[in-house]
T-cell receptor, first 113, second 111 residues
């Protein structure tokens, strides 16, 4: 199916563990983004990528690592999960030129215990 | 800089009531403007967009007009339904690869 897919949809992990959230898009969009959504904070940008092997920090990058070896994939890794990283994580993509809208995945709900 | 300010929620309306959710923006260039909707448990979906001044975006009975003189992009619907209950986000993009979102407005429509 065309679109943007996130996995897993739900994840429970323990403090200190490493966890990776996956994101895959089928449009070959150049730009990909990771946001977290928390009550009272709206959407906050964690990292973004302009192309394969090009990534940059967003508003709240601490504690997260990203990579983009292929255009279609943009995994987000929490190297040592903390309770403050309990959140809903959204991946998004856009071609990056003109006035196209951002396309979102359905999110991953992560709970750190 | 670039930013979006939208009205605080939550908003509760009765079915068939008129809806307005205010959105104002600050932009360094000529932004495209968007409204997104997020239904419970789902990601954000594009509801409508406008790309230049005086454009009106519309979809599913929702409308918003790009007002450059007041830097606004208010969302309206003439008669809301229970199925419109969701969180609504106003957003802008100037470059096409950076997006700025409002904090979201939660709407609940009661029968």
């Amino acid at each position: 199916d065309a679109g943007i897919t996130q996995s897993p949809r739900y994840k429970i992990t323990e403090t200190g563990r490493q966890v990776t959230l996956m994101c895959h898009q089928t449009w070959s969009h150049s730009y990909m983004f990771w946001y977290r959504q928390d009550l009272g904070h709206g959407l906050r940008l964690i990292y973004y990528s302009a192309a394969a092997d090009i990534t940059d920090k967003g508003e709240v990058p601490d504690g997260y690592v990203v990579s983009r070896s292929k255009t279609e994939n943009f995994p987000l890794t929490l190297e040592s999960a903390t309770r403050s990283q309990t959140s809903v994580y959204f991946c998004a993509s856009v071609e990056g030129v003109g006035n196209s809208p951002l396309h979102f995945g359905n999110g991953t709900r992560l709970t750190v215990t | 800089g670039n930013s979006v300010t939208q009205m605080e929620g939550p908003v509760t309306l009765s079915e068939e009531a008129f809806l307005t959710i205010n959105c104002t923006y600050t932009a360094t260039g000529y932004p495209s403007l968007f409204w997104y909707v997020q239904y419970p448990g789902e990601g954000l979906q594009l509801l409508l967009k406008a790309t230049k001044a005086d454009d009106k975006g519309s979809n599913k009975g929702f409308e918003a007009t790009y007002r450059k003189e007041t830097t606004s992009f208010h969302l309206e619907k003439g008669s809301v339904q229970v199925s419109d209950s969701a969180v609504y986000f106003c957003a802008l993009s100037v470059t096409g690869n950076q997006f700025y979102f409002g904090t979201g407005t939660s709407l609940t429509v009661i029968p």
